[in-house]
């Protein structure tokens, strides 16, 4: 068990208990062990089990729990907490912007019991007449359980991504096996999968069906499979398995077919042929040869979602997507200045050593209480250091930033003389969330227009499977940014992935640039560039039209001209 998932397990560990109206103290000291465990920079898992107790904010009776989630996965108390607790109301904990208390109320209260009774009782309206609520907040309760309920059986593409590793690195032990890949939503790299779907050709379908029951994890259901297809588990993966099977020779058919989107699949082509009647039409030797045959360029499976790459592989257009080695700089990062892991020089030499050529730091602005943001006195101190660690690691350069808050009537967080001190400032709203479309895009319009904002930060402020964004029109706000030079923000957290990828595309017709941000609070969180990129690159993002592809020298002077 990882760090991240015993914190998990602690987090909620003090939800139930505030739901169950245990100890104030108790409860905080869970959440100060789930906290002091985030911000470990080595594994609980590689410790020796001794060493648990020593660390400080883990008394005895916490380590007790951590040495039980290591051995087994749980501990005592939770297990009893569970028991007393319905799955449906452990559930509930998932409804973004209501707490264990309010959830105690619904389900004590109101005798919610499950995510659907509680839709029903808004639907009724009996929430509002509960303590603590009213008609608006029930209708935020309704709106937030739906989204809740239809992100069921979905996790982000960050999180499946290993067991896909794991897998087709099993598939490539089985000599039966003679092709393999993922395919749909897994190859195209959709933000959330539903369901782990593989493709693989064999010449003994039954042979490789008993191969693949005997790799270890796997779990076939036979009411689900067919005689071409093995449904099932993979454990501890949470989200299923479908296996498609298909002959040697039919296989890059199959994974064309399989792959695109219906949209892209059955975009018509010239006469009344469409990329799925070509597939069928003979046996092909690779991807490539399907696409030729259909008078398309040959794309990448990202691309293949039915939105404009059709028409300009019809024209030979498609773009040179922007891959990894395309980036030279990381921007939006946060350190210990705010609500970091890491110091600057931490954060600053590890983005050295992972080889890129420059750092924009961006921790929160004074607004941001809660995340200890950066009074103008402490802003003078971080660009102090800045600068004597600029000396020093030279040629490699840390950009002065600010993540400052849009507030409610869209303006920045800070005087203007102390904005025009940055070299460059991520805008973004983190408070006041619940906005109807024309609150939200009128807040995004006026910091755009303020000549101070390089980059819109996560543009909609959504976590993906947890929070829907707030509405916005993002044709006014992308042709805002045009208008105004203003930079947007691809935050690479698999968590926000925000802008959407499905407007990138737009974005890049109107000649705005993206910058491809990982939000990093700690050095780890550099990684999260990766998943940036894939979303980048679903919506045709070239390396021309990417901020940080910039070299130093040309982003410097591109700085330079903005605070000119």
Known sequence: MTNAEIKSKLKLASKLMELHGDNPFKIRGYQTAADTINGLDVEMNSMPLADIPNIEGIGKGMASNITQLLE??????????????????????????????????????????????????????KVAKLKGFAEKSQETLMNAVQFAISCRGFERYANVEPFMTLILSDFEKHPSITLFSETGDLRRRMEVIGCLEFLVASDDFEATRQSINGIESFEEKEKLSGPMTWCGLYHPCVIPIKIRFCSTDQFYNTLVETTANPKH???????????????????????????????????????????????????????KLVEMQDLKGILHNHSTYSDGKHTLRQMAEHCRDLGYAYLGISDHSQTAVYANGLQDFRVKEQQEEINKLNEELA????????????????????????????????????????????????????????????????????????????????????????????????????????????????????????SINPDAHKMEGYKDMYYGLLAGRKGGLTKEMCLNAMSLDEISKYFEGRRK
Not at 100 to 118: F, N
Not at 445 to 471: D, K
């Open 72 to 125: 087994r996965g749980s501990f005592d108390s939770m297990d009893q907490l569970l028991t007393d607790t319905p799955e449906g109301v452990v559930e509930m904990f998932k409804i973004s912007g209501f707490g264990p208390k309010k959830i105690g109320v619904l389900w004590k209260e109101g005798g919610a019991e499950s995510m659907d009774e509680l839709l029903q009782l808004c639907q009724q309206g």
């Open 265 to 319: 699949l059955n975009a018509p082509l010239e006469g009344d042929k469409s990329l799925k009647t070509v597939v069928r039409e003979k046996a092909y030797a690779s991807e490539e040869a399907v696409y030729e045959a259909a008078g398309l360029s040959p794309m990448v499976p990202e691309l293949r979602e039915g939105e404009f790459e059709i028409e300009l592989a019809k024209q030979n257009k498609l773009p």
């Open 395 to 514: 040629p490699f350069k840390i950009f002065s930033g600010i993540e400052s808050d849009i507030l409610a009537d869209g303006s920045l967080d800070y005087p203007d003389d102390v904005l025009a001190s940055f070299d460059f400032i991520v805008a973004s709203v983190h408070s006041g969330l619940t906005m109807d479309i024309t609150k939200a895009t009128n807040r995004l319009l006026t910091a755009i227009n303020n000549p101070h904002t390089t980059i819109l930060g996560h543009m909609t402020g959504r976590l993906i499977l947890e929070r829907e964004g707030y509405p916005v029109d993002h044709k006014a706000v992308i042709d805002a940014c045009a208008e105004m030079g203003v930079v947007i923000e691809i935050n690479a957290s698999p968590y926000r992935l925000d802008i959407d990828w499905r407007w990138v595309h737009y974005a890049i017709e109107k000649g705005v640039m993206l």
